[in-house]
């Protein structure tokens, strides 16, 4: 099982980004999606989730700028990012729980991380 992240990159205060995540090999189901991310100096921290079932939970921070969506069909996380502050820099990493063909588990899978720069 791999997760692409794709999406990140410099934009200015008040721009927009749309992060990408895609998971791919032997998956059977996919279940609780979210996407973090980690400042330099600081801990990873929770960005916003989305369960299976369209249940949505966003870090305060973000509440009313950011917007996460999934597509069960291509196995893919979204987030939308609006009205960007340069302290939303960091590394955007995709994390999606499932289950594959040869572990009926469900197992939290990580993607490597996509640099998001907001400059002021």
């Known amino acids: 099982v791999q997760l692409q992240a794709s999406g990140g990159g410099l934009v200015q205060a008040g721009g927009s980004l749309r992060l990408s995540c895609a998971a791919s090999?032997?998956?059977?189901?996919?279940?609780?999606m979210g996407w973090y991310r980690q400042a330099p100096g600081k801990q990873r921290e929770l960005v916003a989730t989305?369960?299976?079932?369209?249940?949505?939970n966003y870090a305060d921070s973000v509440g009313g700028r950011f917007t996460i969506s999934r597509d069960n069909n291509k196995k893919t996380v979204f987030l939308q990012m609006n009205s960007l502050k340069p302290e939303d820099t960091a590394v955007y990493y995709c994390k999606i729980k499932l289950s594959t063909m040869t572990s009926y588990y469900d197992t939290d899978y990580w993607g490597k991380g996509t640099q998001v720069t907001v400059s002021s």
């Open positions: 090999g032997s998956i059977l189901r996919t279940k609780d």
């Open positions: 989305i369960t299976s079932g369209g249940s949505i």
